[in-house]
């Protein structure tokens, strides 16, 4: 099951663009990009004249519209059009004039990353990851690099909520680890891109165990995406080897997780709560 931009109709054009990005061939890409980017013109423009000025065939354009999740190309400009407009951010490529205007166009990449994000996610898969984590007799987290950060902060989460959750940080350990797992037990992988070996392989040697499985991940057709029974997806378009925005955005669906958790088992959360602040507590100051 996938959590991709046919799953709920009612998010932004633009945002169900953004998060298809990954999935898409460099064509496709490049006609997304172009109309993302051209908004105000695209809905202005036939078909042909977006392939022409995007270099690709008509065949191309209806492909990517499709491969989005709208019926062709008319239903795409519709739904653009829809869209509120709203000013054009700077890009990451754009001159950098001050030290305030770098730390801005992070800021607002970070903000359009959380809108995406939530407008793909999508209630039923939301609602499937909280019911494997409740019903879980133990949660395995992997992830590396950016992603380990969040793997780490999905651990905690899992401690406050009770849940009994292990999170290495060497990615032997968590392969050796997923080797462990079994029916009832949840292993969780967090890639953004979803083609990261190592995860893959968690994932792998969790569903040969037969343990159920979540991903995190900017795309929803990854190999790490096909492993799993629930794929959460964090939308970001950012240029450079750290996606700082996507880090962001896959840490708010964690939290939302422990959030939505919390609010289902408020009493049972509120006395975990307690014995670790009690528990803590001597260690203040």
Same mark, same amino acid.
């Given at each position: ?96 004039? %001050?030290?305030?205007? $770098?730390?801005?166009?992070?800021? *607002?990449? +970070?903000?359009?990353? /959380?809108?995406?994000?939530?407008? @793909? ?25 950016? %992603?380990?950060?969040? $793997?780490?902060?999905?651990?905690? *989460?899992? +401690?406050?909520?009770? /849940?009994?959750?292990?999170?290495? @940080? ?24 979803g083609i990261t070996s190592d995860p893959v392989l ?84």
């Amino acid at each position: 099951m996938t959590n991709d931009a046919r799953a709920n109709n009612s998010t932004p054009a633009s945002s169900r663009l953004r998060s298809v990005l990954p999935k898409l061939s460099d064509s496709e890409r490049r006609v997304a990009l172009w109309m993302l980017d051209n908004s105000d013109s695209a809905i202005r423009q036939s078909m042909s004249a977006i392939a022409q000025a995007t270099d690709v065939s008509d065949t191309t354009v209806l492909r990517m519209c499709r491969t989005a999740g709208f019926e062709g190309f008319t239903d795409l400009k519709l739904a653009l059009a829809q869209e509120p407009r709203t000013v054009q951010t700077a890009t990451s490529t754009e001159p950098q004039t %001050s030290d305030l205007q $770098a730390a801005t166009r992070l800021f *607002r990449a +970070i903000g359009q990353a /959380l809108t995406d994000t939530l407008g @793909v996610l999508n209630e039923r898969i939301l609602a499937e990851a909280i019911d494997l984590m409740a019903g879980a007799s133990h949660i395995l987290v992997g992830g590396v690099g950016g %992603s380990g950060i969040v $793997a780490q902060a999905f651990y905690q *989460r899992c +401690i406050r909520l009770g /849940l009994r959750c292990d999170a290495p @940080v060497d990615s032997q350990l968590q392969i050796m680890h997923a080797a462990l797992t079994g029916p009832g037990d949840l292993v969780v992988a967090i890639s953004y891109s979803g083609i990261t070996s190592d995860p893959v392989l968690v994932l792998q040697e969790a569903k040969s165990r037969g343990a159920s499985t979540i991903c995190i991940t900017g795309n929803s057709s990854s190999p790490l995406a096909r492993l799993a029974d629930v794929v959460l997806v964090s939308v970001s378009h950012e240029q450079g080897s750290e996606p700082m925005a996507a880090q962001i955005a896959q840490m708010t669906l964690v939290d939302a997780l422990y959030s939505v958790f919390a609010a289902r088992n408020a009493e049972r959360v509120q006395l975990t709560e307690e014995r670790m602040v009690k528990a803590i507590l001597p260690k203040s100051i």
